[in-house]
């Protein structure tokens, strides 16, 4: 009995085994080449047109990585694109970390499994507003090392890295050729923005390190970005807003946009960025119409900077980016919508794109041109072809008037272009997309504080309070955290040590603490002539609290020279503390080895009777982080070990406290988000997982404008929005972190918040708003399924637009608040009916929409009548989306 019990189980365990090995053998595609000509990427003996979408693999959880995958594919990305992580993947010098958001394998071998390719950029520099521009910290401790420069100590290290990741590509049989997604890797990162201060040693470096990456055998093609002088196959490529008209430096190589910035990143206390979808489309329409080739979204999911990854100083945790998938992984629309129809318009496209070696440029007015690609004849490059059996002709007519549409003749046949537009024709007469005219639908999100789709009525007591929050509970424990020197692990020594050199950023806080004598003739020169004696410091950052006998005496934020601060000392001995604070290491720029944090030059007191005193020659003891981090009380093991008191309400806010307590999520897949503005600065955990710093400063009450206007050349500051608002106060708590109930949430708050105020609440897609006239163009995917169109035989009359509405998964269209077929005004929330309105509207969208997740409804006089002769008319729809178990229609 016993031996066959043990042989079943032996049979099982075999069993597991060659089950794993099959999946980790798996491969994904026919193994294939890549390489590439001047005018693309070439794979498998096929020129292609890619588009690639930015995820960066730590900035989600693994739970995230198939929808967000999923989603991309969907929106039309053919590739995913990441940086690799040095300082995630070995924390400690030689020790490697593969698990969990850092599961490169897994993350990759995800993104084969979904037929997508990808591009890695090893860097392994990335920047990314990541910590340290994802460098290790220790990686400055390695003595005589200058990094991105032709410095032994330096090669080495990246050499190692980069070869690891390399190495461990192959062995996971990742690249193309193996029968993997990998079809293009990066070495370094914008290196060409710095070079220059390296003199030559820049401009042997950056030979070295193509020679070097080439020599790893990847077997896949390399690029650098912003490098023009990138050497041998190294492929040199753009980042920017626009990259239309970027030549790469040699013939031979293809036009490739690596960063397409469709937002921007954001600093704890400015606005919020927005690039206009419309300009976005613009821009990658404007690179496939002058011969560009691959183009990758910098970022097409931004997500999260969890933990202390935040690069800096003073980024967010949030990485949102405006990107057409929102932090939470909800699509962000129109962006996503347009961009895939967008997508869809190229792909259409793409056999005359590929075909033609080089575009036939048409100028049609003062800003107006059009290039058409057409199968060459005498090319002899039909191989490149995707559909030989078309002869195809594909054309981009482009005005770039900002202020003005343009009529245009094109091969004998006019077209309106809107300002700052691209029309798409693939088949050089029917356009099927313009950039400007925006068919997607625009979700707006909504914060659910009430629940009201919570089965749990339970939950709902529990949480809601008088004022009508989901506040997280109202018991909560507290524990204070000891200003100065806590723990044996201490040092004293002579001066004022660099603040990177004694925490290795291990955490972002370093205690210096000093003792101060004051006489009794000080106290009387100080009264006598009215001062106070301050700390005057020549140069410090990020942050600095200054602390007198256990008393906050001020703090300065930023990067500051002669800092000023007025101190209160009593007679005798006084406790000086000094708090130096990082908010994120410093992720751009040369020399970051020698930057550094907190302070530089001499620390002095000013305003004693004998004049200054050098407190940069004085004893300091030495304080790494905080007695909470290293006691680890936001761990859900190690926090019930700690002495917390119950926190009572109406206490005066506290500074330097822990709070802890425990809540329940709502059941359901919907993003879960913590409301964190209430507190003021700190750090959060839940289960354990760092969730990320957050800080409550508001952004300048100006620099907002009321109208954003896509048209003209986009930059950050254009379309920032949350004017006088915090700039977070949201923060993402991934669902696989939680449990349905009792999760341990452990607040650090620096400043003196209010926690009973924090709340946690899902996100959702509450309200759904289209705009469609009959002066759209068709369903894109309705070209694809005529493609046969193209001959000439089907025009674009025959295809009618359509208005396509969704909820996300899992939610229906539950009422149409809005619907007007005619002239209707205003935009999503503000429409209003306009002299002409088709009196069924709401009929007709309502059969076509309640109850369902999507719907379709076409923008025709067949469908609405007529209510008025002679005008376009526009069919705009205003809707909600509610939990499909919640709302009372029957499921379709
Ligand atoms: C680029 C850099 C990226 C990122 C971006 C701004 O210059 O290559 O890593 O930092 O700027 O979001």
New binding site residues.
Partial sequence: MEYQRAWIRLRWLLLCLAVQLVVADAEFFKPFNVSYDHRALIIDGKRRMLISAGIHYPRATPEMWPDLIAKSKEGGADVIES?TFWNGHEPVRGQYNFEGRYDIVKFIRLVGSNGLYLFLRIGPY????WNFGGFPVWLRDIPGIEFRTDNPPFKEEMQRFVKKIVDLMQEEKLFSWQGGPIIMLQIE??YG?IEGTFGQKGKDYVKWAAKMALGLGAGVPWVM??QTDAPYDIIDAC?AYYCDGYKPNSYNKPTIWT?N?DG??TSWGGRLPHRPVEDLAFAVARFFQRGGSFQNY?MFFGGTNFGRTSGGPFYITSYD?DAPIDEYGLLSEPKWGHLKDLHAAIRLCEPALVAADSPQYIKLGPKQEAHVYRESMHAGNLNFSIYRSESSCSAFLANIDEHRSASVTFLGQKYTLPPWSVSILPDCKSVVFNTAKVGAQTSIKIVESSLPFSSDVSLNQQFSTENNGFHVTKSWMTIKEPIGVWSENNFTIEGILEHLNVTKDYSDYLWYITRIYVSDDDILFWEENNISPAVKIDSMRDVLRVFVNGQLQGSVIGHWVNVFQPVHFVRGYNDLVLLSQTVGLQ??GALLEKDGGGFRGQIKLTGFRNGDIDLSKFLWTYQVGLKGEFLKVYAVEENEKSEWTDFTPGADPSIFTWYKTYFDVPAGTDPVTLDLGSMGKGQAWVNGHHIGRYWTLVAPKDGCQKVCNYRGAYNSDKCAFNCGKPTQIWYHVPRSWLNDSDNLLVIFEETGGNPLDISIKLRATGIICAQVSESHYPPLHKWSLTRGSFDGRLSVNDLTPEMHLYCQDGYMISSIEFASYGTPMGGCQEFSIGKCHATNSSTVVSEACLGRNNCSVKISNLVFGDPCRGIVKTLAVEARCMLSSNAGFAQF
């Fill in positions: 940086y990335a920047c990314a507003e990162n914008e923005n970005c912003r980042n960063e910035w921007w990143y910098y980016y992720n751009y």
